[in-house]
């Protein structure tokens, strides 16, 4: 199975943690059909299990093998408490029968660590599959095949745990080694640049990630053909990095490529194809078509719980999903119970402190501070930070989310000084782990110069963004979304300053870029219109202020409905720009003043809707 590592979805591992052909799998759902065949294939080798050992003895190399054909059918099975303990009883075996250095030994104490690693225990994983890679690596060589995968896995792991320095080498030794070998064509190949991609892209280096993603799909097509699923998963692969690179138009194009294969290979209800339902909603929420995102949405919420059930990973992650959804729509009352539901069913199967549980809290808190139910939000927030400091250490990129969003609840909460604090140590994480120049490092320093502003410390604030702003340019371009978040930061600021004639030609930028890159009825191309309009209000232009903010008033009606906080906002401001112009024409009463309202703009990492990697 293809892997691409995301946060909060279903967790897709190698498929060729072992030599042995039963030792191979991919993903299993249960059912009751599929839990009787396991149930009977358990008892049959139980059965030859013991036949086998009271002919040849316990460590004879054929009741080994049959034990590990049946840890591996536990495996598939999920139970997984009676897979570890029957690795182990082979692992141990093969060392009396065989010594540490056979192949067989080796292979037994890769299937037991790749298992922890299946089932989250990767502390009790790392050490495993280090050794087995350093006794491979000496008995069988660098370059050989097995010694390749195990530094292949041993990357995902390292990768799972956020250490990402430490996962580029062995993934790069892997591909390359691999590649020199089998040749480029090769699926083992394939499998492999698409998590050296995947990697690539969590450190933001994504046209290196971009010509990986390619290169696998490309030689997917050739060798297996457009209609197969190995095809299909690298295509969902390279289609969710165009998607983070805000090329959605290829991006749509390639998902419902991959959406209409999966329909006709595996059919409507199948657990991929509603994988790529939810990332194609995903999509469509980043492009703001909420419209079509909903239904998206909501039909791979209603097939996962049908397939899956509802406490299953991927389902929990389509509740957050279509939730994230809600929220940005302003239906706060529809997303706060499938937020809920996502945590609580987090809690129930994965524990308090599993990754995917600290994420739906971070969520959860996050729509809590948009409803101003800041204390319980706080809680949540602190939560989180205090779980992924414990499990991911403090330099892991989550880690370093959750203070960031802390810091944004903090500083609406008027809490100025702790917010400065964390947004120092999430900005020095940052740098230090992905470096000056990565997008969420900048954001984090936008994020920086926005708690500057509001203490009033507006030369330090004005230095953060100029020099972000710069960064940004250099490096995304002028039109990149990141680029156009940090200039209205800098022309909010000049604005508040009654640096006009600064702020107006950066306004017009946001906007201008928003409504190339997202297209006029985007919320945040009417946030950019109505900071725009608020900025020529102000310099007294208020027949184009009136103008945008009718734009503004009909865009948030059409998406939020006319009791939206927005669009009452909107509606307000139409009507202050309404007067002015009747004022001037008039020449009766000043009208009132819209406010300054640049919320919406301001960039909260950590997105709430999760893709997956299917």
Known sequence: MWRRKTTASPRKKSSSFSKDPAARYGSVYSTVSAMEEWQKQMKELENQIKDMSERHGPLHAKTLTLMNQLAQVHREANTWEEAIQVYHEVHDGCKKALGEAHPYTLASLSNLGNCLFEMDRLEEAKPLLEETLQKQSHLRGEKHLETLQTAHNLALLLEEQGNLEQAEPLYVRAYEGQKSQLGAASPVVMQTAVNLAGLKQARGLLDEAEALDREAMQGCRELLGDCNEQTLQSGNCLARLLHEQGMLKEAEELMIEVLDGRMKILGETDPATLTTLNNLGGLYFTWGRWAEAEPHFFAALEGRRAVLGRLDPATLQSANNLASLFQARGRLDKAEPLFRESLAGRRNILGDMHPDTLTSCSNLASLLHAMSQLEEAEELMNEALVGRRSLLGNLHKDTLTSLNNLAGLLRTR???????????????GRKELLGSAHMDTLMTANNYGLCLMSRGLWPQAEEMFKEVLEHCRDMLGEQHSYTLTVANSLGSLLHEAERYEEAEPLLREVLSGLREQLGDKHPDTLTGANNLAVL??????????????????????????????????????????QQA?????????????????????AFLSGCNVCSSSA
Do not use: C, I, N
């Not at 008027?414 to 020095?428: C, I, N, P, S, V």
């Not at 009747?582 to 009463?589: D, K, N």
């Open 536 to 577: 020529l209000y102000s310099r007294e232009d208020f027949t184009q202020a009136a103008q945008l903010f009718h734009e503004v008033l009909a865009g948030r009606r059409s998406q939020l409905g006319d009791k939206h906080p927005d669009t009452a906002a909107a509606a307000k401001h139409l009507s202050a720009a």
């Open 414 to 428: 008027g809490k100025h000084d702790e917010a400065e604090t964390l947004y120092e140590e999430a900005l020095r």
């Open 581 to 601: 112009v009747r004022h001037l024409r008039e020449e009766t009463l000043e009208p009132e003043k819209p406010d300054k309202t640049w919320g919406g703009m």
